[in-house]
Protein backbone atom coordinates (compact mmCIF):
# COMPACT_ATOMS: atom_id res chain seq x y z
CA UNK A 1 0.00 0.00 0.00
CA UNK A 2 0.96 3.41 -1.14
CA UNK A 3 1.64 6.36 1.30
CA UNK A 4 2.17 9.90 1.02
CA UNK A 5 4.14 11.67 4.19
CA UNK A 6 4.74 14.75 5.28
CA UNK A 7 5.63 16.06 9.31
CA UNK A 8 2.49 14.55 11.04
CA UNK A 9 0.34 13.71 7.50
CA UNK A 10 0.34 10.67 5.96
CA UNK A 11 -1.92 9.85 2.89
CA UNK A 12 -3.13 6.73 1.79
CA UNK A 13 -4.54 6.33 -1.99
CA UNK A 14 -6.31 2.88 -2.74
CA UNK A 15 -3.48 2.30 -5.80
CA UNK A 16 -1.03 4.30 -7.52
CA UNK A 17 -2.66 4.24 -10.88
CA UNK A 18 0.89 5.46 -12.71
CA UNK A 19 3.98 7.59 -13.17
CA UNK A 20 4.73 9.69 -15.75
CA UNK A 21 8.80 10.53 -15.10
CA UNK A 22 11.29 12.24 -16.77
CA UNK A 23 15.12 12.88 -15.79
CA UNK A 24 17.07 15.57 -17.26
CA UNK A 25 20.60 14.70 -18.90
CA UNK A 26 21.84 18.01 -18.51
CA UNK A 27 25.09 17.24 -20.51
CA UNK A 28 25.80 20.23 -23.16
CA UNK A 29 27.42 20.12 -26.79
CA UNK A 30 28.70 22.92 -28.40
CA UNK A 31 28.90 23.32 -31.49
CA UNK A 32 32.91 25.12 -32.75
CA UNK A 33 32.11 27.55 -34.78
CA UNK A 34 34.38 27.26 -38.29
CA UNK A 35 34.96 23.72 -37.25
CA UNK A 36 33.24 20.16 -37.65
CA UNK A 37 34.20 19.64 -33.96
CA UNK A 38 32.83 20.04 -31.19
CA UNK A 39 32.91 20.65 -27.38
CA UNK A 40 31.26 18.37 -24.42
CA UNK A 41 30.10 19.22 -21.35
CA UNK A 42 29.49 16.05 -19.30
CA UNK A 43 27.03 16.88 -16.45
CA UNK A 44 25.04 14.52 -13.94
CA UNK A 45 21.69 14.25 -14.70
CA UNK A 46 18.97 16.21 -13.00
CA UNK A 47 16.26 14.49 -10.72
CA UNK A 48 13.31 12.91 -11.68
CA UNK A 49 10.25 15.09 -12.37
CA UNK A 50 6.59 14.84 -13.60
CA UNK A 51 2.99 13.54 -12.71
CA UNK A 52 2.11 11.02 -9.85
CA UNK A 53 -1.37 9.89 -10.32
CA UNK A 54 -2.73 8.25 -7.01
CA UNK A 55 -6.90 6.46 -6.84
CA UNK A 56 -9.39 7.47 -4.31
CA UNK A 57 -12.41 5.72 -3.67
CA UNK A 58 -14.27 9.00 -3.49
CA UNK A 59 -14.53 12.73 -4.04
CA UNK A 60 -14.23 13.48 -0.59
CA UNK A 61 -11.31 11.62 -0.02
CA UNK A 62 -9.63 12.97 -3.01
CA UNK A 63 -10.46 16.79 -2.29
CA UNK A 64 -9.02 16.09 1.20
CA UNK A 65 -5.52 14.66 -0.62
CA UNK A 66 -5.60 17.46 -3.42
CA UNK A 67 -5.40 20.35 -0.85
CA UNK A 68 -2.97 18.83 1.53
CA UNK A 69 -0.39 18.02 -1.81
CA UNK A 70 -0.90 22.08 -2.26
CA UNK A 71 -0.23 23.33 0.88
CA UNK A 72 3.36 24.44 0.62
CA UNK A 73 5.74 23.28 3.72
CA UNK A 74 8.30 20.80 2.56
CA UNK A 75 9.07 17.77 0.83
CA UNK A 76 6.89 14.32 0.71
CA UNK A 77 8.07 11.48 1.37
CA UNK A 78 6.36 8.93 -1.34
CA UNK A 79 6.72 5.06 -0.31
CA UNK A 80 5.61 2.32 -2.86
CA UNK A 81 6.49 -0.85 -1.32
CA UNK A 82 5.08 -3.28 -3.99
CA UNK A 83 7.11 -0.67 -6.67
CA UNK A 84 10.76 0.27 -5.03
CA UNK A 85 11.43 2.50 -8.05
CA UNK A 86 8.59 4.36 -7.69
CA UNK A 87 9.48 5.51 -4.05
CA UNK A 88 11.31 8.84 -3.21
CA UNK A 89 10.87 12.23 -1.85
CA UNK A 90 9.41 14.74 -3.52
CA UNK A 91 8.71 18.45 -3.73
CA UNK A 92 4.98 19.64 -5.39
CA UNK A 93 6.31 21.76 -8.34
CA UNK A 94 3.31 22.10 -10.35
CA UNK A 95 -0.94 21.45 -10.30
CA UNK A 96 -2.46 18.97 -8.27
CA UNK A 97 -5.86 18.06 -10.23
CA UNK A 98 -8.62 15.55 -9.22
CA UNK A 99 -10.79 13.92 -11.68
CA UNK A 100 -13.70 11.72 -11.67
CA UNK A 101 -12.96 7.87 -13.20
CA UNK A 102 -16.58 7.38 -13.66
CA UNK A 103 -19.91 8.03 -14.48
CA UNK A 104 -21.32 7.59 -10.82
CA UNK A 105 -17.97 8.87 -8.91
CA UNK A 106 -16.97 5.92 -7.45
CA UNK A 107 -13.36 6.24 -8.17
CA UNK A 108 -11.66 9.75 -8.20
CA UNK A 109 -7.98 9.99 -9.18
CA UNK A 110 -5.36 13.16 -8.09
CA UNK A 111 -2.23 14.02 -10.30
CA UNK A 112 0.34 16.11 -8.83
CA UNK A 113 3.40 17.61 -10.58
CA UNK A 114 6.22 16.59 -8.19
CA UNK A 115 10.04 17.18 -8.83
CA UNK A 116 12.57 14.56 -6.69
CA UNK A 117 14.59 16.51 -3.81
Sequence with gaps: ???????????TPVDV?????????????HDLLGTDEVEVTVRPAGPRT???????????????AAAALAVPGGAWVVAVPERPGLSM???????????SLS????????DVTVTEV
Design 17 to 29: LGWSLSRPSRSVV
Design 89 to 99: TALVTGDVDES
Design 50 to 64: GTLRTLWTDHTSALA
Design 103 to 110: DDGAGWAV
Design 1 to 11: MATMTRGATVL
